[in-house]
């Protein structure tokens, strides 16, 4: 049987951690916990989780920007050691949770030349009402005590997709110049559905942004990282933008433990021609055109963070632990 790796980088991800890997260690044989930096209990807890549960793997803690490419890259070349050929790997975030198990998904959703599965988001919101009651810190606290999927209920679903499970060759070469292996494999038309849910407070929103906005000031990295990228999250720092009003439009309620609507997007496919070449290549010519592909540099590594910013977004979680006695 194969075996599923979750290559899994976090930051900041306290209230919600223990949910996220209690739900993946329901599937993974492993997962591989990379924390760029986080200022509040995320990596203890991680650590104490793995003390109980060997499949958690705590690579390391280390203040380093975000970068799509070397810290999934990282993560990959670290676990890759523990592959085989045939066994499947993931990229995860902490807010996010697989409506359908992965090997669930590759057993009843794949056919089998399909070899990769690009993902189909249900976004739960954050809704005004539900900032209107969440106004004080004691309110936020109790709610917390619930699982995140009967805290958030209505959603929006994604056009928006990006590659997330790969069948893993020993074969493969994955850069530092590129955010998934080259010719990762042939494209699955069905999408991996995954619950999301990055606002899920007022507190852990209006945390995130400052932070975030803190590490856009240093002036020596952040050409490299957010210039223009209008829209993404770590060029805003005002919260009102990621709260959704509840009049909009296209806002759906979902019931925790019922069955989510299939999406059928298929706007990540590519043309039927192009599909029938790409499924000739990776069917006989892969592995030789993997030997002619740039491999990971082992001195590649992500940014660090300078010590002067670190401080600075350790005196914004100071004050926050002062608000809220």
């Known amino acids: 049987m194969p075996a599923f790796h979750a290559l899994l980088p976090v930051r ?27 200022i509040d209990q995320t990596w203890e807890i ?34 890759r050691q523990k592959m085989r050929d045939g066994d499947w790997f993931l990229r995860v975030d902490a807010d996010e949770f697989h409506h359908i198990p992965p090997p669930e998904f590759v057993k009843t959703r794949l056919r089998k030349h399909e070899t990769i599965a690009w993902h189909q988001y249900y976004n739960f919101c954050l809704l005004e009402s539900e900032v209107a009651v969440l106004a004080t810190a004691e309110a936020i ?39 998934f292996p080259y010719n990762s494999g042939y494209v699955a038309k069905t999408r991996l559905p995954i619950r999301h849910y990055p606002h899920r407070d007022p507190m852990q929103l209006d945390r995130r942004c400052r932070l975030r906005a803190i590490m856009m000031e240093d002036k020596s990295i952040s050409g490299k990282y957010w210039t223009n990228v209008e829209g993404h999250h770590w060029s805003q720092s005002e919260l009102r933008k990621f709260v959704t009003p509840d009049a909009q439009a296209d806002l759906r309620y979902w019931e925790s433990g019922t069955e989510l609507p299939e999406i059928l997007y298929k706007n990540h496919l590519e043309s039927w ?27 590649n590594y992500p940014d660090r963070i300078p010590a002067g910013v670190v401080k600075r977004l350790h005196k914004v979680l100071d004050l926050d632990a002062e608000a809220e006695l």
Not at 49 to 65: E, G, N, W
Not at 277 to 286: D, G, S
Request: charged content about 30%.
């Open 141 to 179: 606290q109790a709610e917390r005590s619930k699982p995140i999927v009967e805290r958030r209920r209505w959603w929006t679903p994604s056009i928006y997709s990006e590659p997330r499970l790969c069948r893993y060759r020993d074969s493969m070469k994955w850069p530092s110049s590129i955010s």
């Open 273 to 299: 021609y192009k599909r029938i070449a790409k499924y000739l290549f990776h069917r006989f010519l892969i592995r030789i055109i993997d030997r002619t592909r740039t491999g990971w540099n082992d001195n």
């Open 46 to 79: 991680v650590n104490e989780m793995a003390l109980k549960d060997s499949r958690i793997k705590p690579l390391r803690q280390d203040a380093v920007y975000y970068s799509e490419n070397l810290l999934r890259g990282w993560l990959f070349h670290q676990a």
């Open 12 to 38: 900041d991800e306290g209230d919600i951690i223990v949910q996220c890997l209690d739900h993946m260690l329901q599937w993974v044989d492993a997962v591989y916990v990379f924390d760029t930096g986080s």
